[in-house]
């Protein structure tokens, strides 16, 4: 297999388009010939581990992997991210003129990669856990914080258990997602993404 082989996945109704390391004619094999759950890295928009249960996900959506970035479209317009200051447009399309279309004004101020919160509180950070919803992950919104000291290949393993036998398993989750336990019924679960730290 091509190392550099990836797969564009939209699973069901979510709206988050991930990309996984691996070639699109294995994912679609995997999906079809596996009886149990798969597993595959997430390079993007997150990174981590996607965990997918093909009886449960009712529809995956596979396509091939995206553009490299800052790659030249057919017409001659460059692709990608744009890098700016703030107040600048973010993203978009640069027409062979140099004239952007489309794109995201950045708000004014300093942008922080990390991420901070409009009234300057910084952002929590830490593995977390992505579930099915109508809104798309981000680096701002990764889904809800996993507890300190939470071992993602050990929840990897829970995970695909409890949807090969159709069982419950619980996550604690950080203080900054309001503490508690996530409780994740293996029968009905569609599919996780276990994101890596988000700092």
């Given at each position: 297999?091509d190392p550099?082989?990836?797969?564009?996945?939209?699973?069901?109704?979510?709206?988050?388009?991930?990309?996984?390391?691996?070639?699109?004619?294995?994912?679609?094999?995997?999906?079809?010939?596996?009886?149990?759950?798969?597993?595959?890295?997430?390079?993007?928009?997150?990174?981590?581990?996607?965990?997918?249960?093909?009886?449960?996900?009712?529809?995956?959506?596979?396509?091939?992997?995206?553009?490299?970035?800052g790659?030249?479209?057919?017409?001659?317009a460059?692709?990608?991210?744009?890098?700016?200051?703030?107040?600048?447009?973010?993203g978009?399309?640069?027409?062979?003129?140099?004239?952007?279309?489309?794109?995201?004004?950045?708000?004014?101020?300093?942008?922080?990669?990390?991420?901070?919160?409009?009234?300057?509180?910084?952002?929590?950070?830490?593995?977390?856990?992505?579930?099915?919803?109508?809104?798309?992950?981000?680096?701002?919104?990764?889904?809800?914080?996993?507890?300190?000291?939470?071992?993602?290949?050990?929840?990897?393993?829970?995970?695909?258990?409890?949807?090969?036998?159709?069982?419950?398993?619980?996550?604690a989750?950080?203080?900054?997602?309001?503490?508690?336990?996530?409780?994740?019924?293996?029968?009905?679960?569609?599919?996780?993404?276990?994101?890596?730290?988000t700092?």
């Open positions: 297999m550099q082989a990836k797969t564009r996945l939209q699973i069901g109704i979510d709206p988050t388009v991930w990309v996984v390391s691996a070639g699109q004619d294995a994912v679609a094999a995997q999906l079809t010939q596996t009886v149990g759950p798969v597993t595959w890295q997430v390079v993007g928009p997150l990174e981590g581990t996607l965990v997918l249960s093909p009886r449960a996900a009712g529809s995956v959506l596979v396509l091939p992997g995206p553009p490299d970035v790659g030249v479209h057919p017409t001659g460059t692709l990608g991210g744009i890098a700016c200051a703030a107040g600048q447009v973010i978009g399309i640069v027409s062979a003129a140099g004239q952007v279309i489309g794109g995201i004004l950045s708000p004014p101020g300093e942008i922080k990669p990390e991420g901070v919160h409009p009234t300057g509180v910084g952002m929590p950070t830490g593995p977390a856990v992505y579930l099915p919803s109508p809104i798309p992950a981000t680096l701002s919104l990764p889904g809800h914080l996993l507890a300190s000291g939470s071992e993602l290949p050990t929840t990897v393993e829970s995970i695909r258990a409890a949807m090969a036998n159709g069982t419950s398993v619980t996550l989750l950080s203080v900054a997602s309001g503490g508690g336990v996530l409780v994740l019924n293996g029968a009905t679960l569609a599919f996780v993404v276990l994101v890596l730290a700092a």
